[in-house]
T-cell receptor, first 113, second 113 residues
Framework: GQQLNQSPQSMFIQEGEDVSMNCTSS?????WLWYKQDPGEGPVLLIA?????ELTSNGRLTAQFGITRKDSFLNISASIPSDVGIYFC?????????????FGTGTLLAVQP | NAGVTQTPKFRILKIGQSMTLQCTQD?????MYWYRQDPGMGLKLIYY???????DKGEVPNGYNVSRSTTEDFPLRLELAAPSQTSVYFC????????????FGPGTRLTVL
């Protein structure tokens, strides 16, 4: 089945460092989404991007919707220990009777205090 | 609002047993979804529903069945459990606009031995 290519697979960083991760696809999407999943929990939406080229921030998080509509990146600035978790990108296709999400494979982030 | 709730949290099944994973949402959302998440992977769509009485297959429907008799409930049924169905199962719901966020439940961890 279709899945997005997300990199890196994992990151081990020191508190205070900046983090960058990205997603690429062979297909175009109408919307790009970034989710965070804490251990034992379901994914929680961090940022949603609706237009090609859009750059959106949410606190220390910044995400961009690629011009080609086939990629997106997420940056986290000045990381803190509670940033630990798995980050997923997701592309959304509209139209038809549903708004299906295609998920990336995830980036595991570990932050050393 | 409780959001999306799932039961049970954990379950161990023997090969060939059947069970139903329960999902309920109290946000009056029309759209509901079932995903599975295998270790180190993103979420894959099993089935979805755009309203009571309407269901359709997602990316990986084999071995599962769903029903949607009410807006609130969207149970997922495994008829003959197989080891390949060992996974974490997430239910989600959303409004029907393309910009509506999907809200996820906490997940059900299923092991088939």
């Amino acid at each position: 089945g279709q899945q997005l290519n997300q990199s890196p697979q994992s990151m081990f960083i020191q508190e205070g460092e900046d983090v960058s991760m990205n997603c690429t696809s062979s297909s175009i999407f109408n919307t790009w989404l970034w989710y965070k999943q804490d251990p034992g929990e379901g994914p929680v939406l961090l940022i949603a991007l609706y237009k090609a080229g859009e750059l959106t921030s949410n606190g220390r998080l910044t995400a961009q919707f690629g011009i080609t509509r086939k990629d997106s990146f997420l940056n986290i600035s000045a990381s803190i220990p509670s940033d630990v978790g798995i980050y997923f990108c997701a592309g959304q296709l509209y139209g038809g009777a549903t708004n299906k999400l295609i998920f990336g494979t995830g980036t595991l982030l570990a932050v050393q205090p | 609002n409780a959001g999306v709730t799932q039961t049970p949290k954990f379950r161990i099944l023997k090969i060939g047993q059947s069970m139903t994973l329960q999902c309920t949402q109290d946000m009056n959302h029309n759209y509901m979804y079932w995903y599975r998440q295998d270790p180190g992977m993103g979420l894959k769509l099993i089935y979805y529903s755009v309203g009571a009485g309407i269901t359709d297959k997602g990316e990986v429907p084999n071995g599962y069945n769903v029903s949607r008799s009410t807006t609130e409930d969207f149970p997922l049924r495994l008829e003959l459990a197989a080891p390949s169905q060992t996974s974490v199962y997430f239910c989600a719901s959303s409004g029907q606009r393309s910009t509506d966020t999907q809200y996820f439940g906490p997940g059900t961890r299923l092991t088939v031995l």
